[in-house]
């Protein structure tokens, strides 16, 4: 499976953009790029996916680089209960989800 | 709320028992999944099933070992447990076993083995 590189930790303010970014320098043709998040005491949730082209929704966007060996996660506006740890994931045509150890994202009040 | 839910949210038991978790994914999605986490080893996938077919396999022991059925709950059985079993034992659906649809998790089941 592809591995993917991220930061151990990153911290923001409240209510400011932030930008989480992953390398994945081995990824296939055909994987996809998923961001999931685990909140503490939570099961993981599911954030965002993409192939090629940049995508949004009501959570996040997601930013993927023209040569797709890395990406970012953006969250618009942080609030505290964005605080979590983000997992990026390459998810083959297997759809096996191989976890690796994420970015744990803490929010400043 | 995923919609997928798990039973029990807690088992404690002790070592050479065996258990039974269990599963019920969103409604209408065929795939499940089963994940083990634990301190030391992070979420691991464990195994997958397709509308009651295997559809991929992790790092699953042969001591563990799971089905789906037809009304797509799936249970995943534990068996000759060890103190290195105890972990948090995700279940996760999807709509489709492709790699492109998201999967939903559940609250998950917090396995101690004594």
């Known amino acids: 499976d592809a591995k993917t590189t991220q930061p151990n930790s990153m911290e923001s303010n409240e209510e400011e953009p932030v930008h989480l970014p992953c390398n994945h320098s081995t990824i296939s043709g055909t994987d996809y790029i998923h961001w999931y998040r685990q909140l503490p005491s939570q099961g993981p949730e599911y954030v965002i996916h993409g192939l090629t082209s940049n995508v949004n929704n009501r959570m996040a966007s997601l930013a993927i680089a023209e040569d797709r060996k890395s990406s970012t996660l953006i969250l618009h506006r942080a609030t505290l209960r964005d605080a979590a740890v983000y997992y990026c994931i390459l998810q083959g045509a297997n759809s096996k989800l191989t976890f690796g150890k994420g970015i744990t994202l803490s929010v400043r009040p | 709320d995923s919609g997928v839910t798990q039973t029990p949210k807690h088992l404690i038991t002790a070592t050479g028992q065996r258990v039974t978790l269990r599963c019920s994914p969103r409604?209408?999605?065929?795939?499940v999944y089963w994940y083990q986490q634990s301190l030391d080893q992070g979420l691991q996938f464990l195994i997958q099933y397709y509308n009651g077919e295997e559809r991929a396999k992790g790092n699953i022991l042969e001591r563990f070992s799971a089905q789906q059925f037809p009304d797509l709950h799936s249970e995943l059985n534990l068996s000759s447990l060890e103190l290195g079993d105890s972990a948090l034992y995700f279940c996760a659906s999807s709509a489709s076993g492709s790699d492109a649809y998201e999967q939903y998790f559940g609250p998950g089941t917090r396995l101690t083995v004594t």
């Open positions: 409604s209408g999605d065929l795939s």
